[in-house]
């Protein structure tokens, strides 16, 4: 039987999957933080850094104001206390350890030639063995990052990867180096998988990939609450056949509950532990990397809200602004501000604010409580209202 829902259901299905909704902890400790490390899956990790970098901010919009260092503990701390790992899932993410034999499916694909960047796939077969040196160098040495190779500083984009760069790159795709940790800089330091990811994970057995695709699905449907099926395919990324496969299989399962929504075109899947609250009463910056948004259609869906980011569109084209968040209140989408961090001035610039349609009377001061909060998180001492306001 075929769940039938409104788009109120299925945006309230939507949030409380997501961890919003319910009351922000007083203070928050390592345990909230595992819970929602732990619902969302992964943290998009991004370089850009005009505010703060983007795997921080899904946590602060959920929890409120915590501890930066709490997620650089778990993710890059010592190896009896780390509780995450980097790699490529929706895209580079930090993920709960328990999703590393879920991936090494991934990881096999590349060390065959198979997954990754065409430029990276020649280092699996004919250049195979200068990427063996380069892993009998970290294997000598211990952590070394692309700046410590003869090619000097990394950069960014990888375009503009050197050569060591790209052979690191290769190694941490085939699952042979992973992250370490990361300098001041956020530049990545590379070690073998072995030093850095516990001893009883790696001892996890390796699931077939079809075993591995039903658990991501899965556990994308518990992360989304409600999703079609390209929504559940994005979360992860997985293709279109292994993916078809596992939502057949957890149909017939049980886990997944057939669902429509009224005005959404594709059907959708529901699941079963999936919660309808008869109310949310959320209010959080969402940054554009977020998995409640970072699904531009399924927001349009969910919200009737249209974004993107437009930090590559010239700066007299853009609509909102340059690194731009939407503001969620209620249920709602209700605004959306252009934030900055100005570090030396100590201040939480907001290049400009529009609110949306129908936007309710308290917006504005809830928004402004709300900017005061993330002023404090990110240790500034006062919001400055700039450039437009809409």
């Known amino acids: 039987m075929t769940e039938s829902l409104s788009p109120a259901q299925a945006r309230r299905i939507a ?14 400790g390592q345990a909230h933080l595992k819970r929602t490390v732990e619902r969302l899956a992964l943290h998009q990790i991004d370089s850009v850094n005009v505010l703060s970098r983007a795997h921080y901010l899904p946590a602060f919009s959920r929890l409120g104001n915590y501890d930066r260092a709490l997620l650089d503990h778990a993710a890059w701390g010592p190896k009896r206390a780390r509780r995450m790992f980097e790699y490529w899932a929706h895209e580079a993410s930090l993920l709960p350890l328990d999703l590393h034999p879920l991936l090494r499916w991934r990881m096999a694909e590349a060390d065959r030639g198979e997954r990754g960047w065409t430029g990276l796939r020649p280092f699996a077969t004919e250049r195979r063995g200068e990427v063996e040196a380069v892993l009998d160098r970290i294997r000598r040495e211990g952590p070394l990052a692309a700046s410590d190779f003869e090619e000097g500083k990394s950069r960014s984009g990888w375009w503009e990867w050197g050569d060591s760069k790209r052979k ?105 532990d999936a919660r309808l609250p008869r109310k949310v009463s959320a209010r959080a910056l969402l940054v554009p990397f977020d998995p409640l948004i970072w699904e531009r259609a399924r927001a349009e869906r969910l919200f009737d809200f249209r974004y993107r980011i437009e930090i590559y569109t010239p700066a007299e084209k853009r609509q909102h602004g340059y690194y731009v968040l939407p503001f969620l209140l209620g249920d709602r989408l209700v605004a959306r501000v252009d934030l900055k961090a100005d570090r030396q001035t100590r201040q939480l610039l907001v290049q400009s604010r529009h609110l949306e349609q129908g936007a309710p009377a308290e917006t504005i001061d809830q928004l402004g409580e709300e900017l005061d909060l993330m002023a404090a998180w990110l240790g500034l001492d006062r919001v400055q209202m700039k450039g437009s306001e809409i």
């Not at 961890?19 to 928050?28: D, E, K, L, Y």
């Not at 990361?182 to 079809?210: C, H, M, Q, W």
């Open 168 to 272: 690191l790159e290769w190694l941490f795709w085939a699952g042979h180096i992973t992250t370490a940790t990361r300098r001041n800089s956020f530049e990545r330091v590379y070690d073998l998988t072995e030093r850095v990811i516990p001893a009883s994970i790696l001892a996890l057995p390796t699931p077939g990939k079809a075993t591995a695709h039903r658990a991501l699905i899965e556990r994308a449907a518990r992360a989304l609450g409600i999703a079609t099926e390209g929504d559940l395919r994005d979360y992860f990324r997985t293709g279109v056949a292994d993916s078809k496969a596992a939502i057949t299989e957890l149909a017939e399962e049980g886990v997944l509950l057939p669902a429509s929504v009224k005005g959404w075109r594709k059907p959708a899947w529901l699941h079963r």
């Open 15 to 28: 949030l409380a999957a997501q961890g919003f909704g319910a009351a922000r902890p007083r203070t928050v």
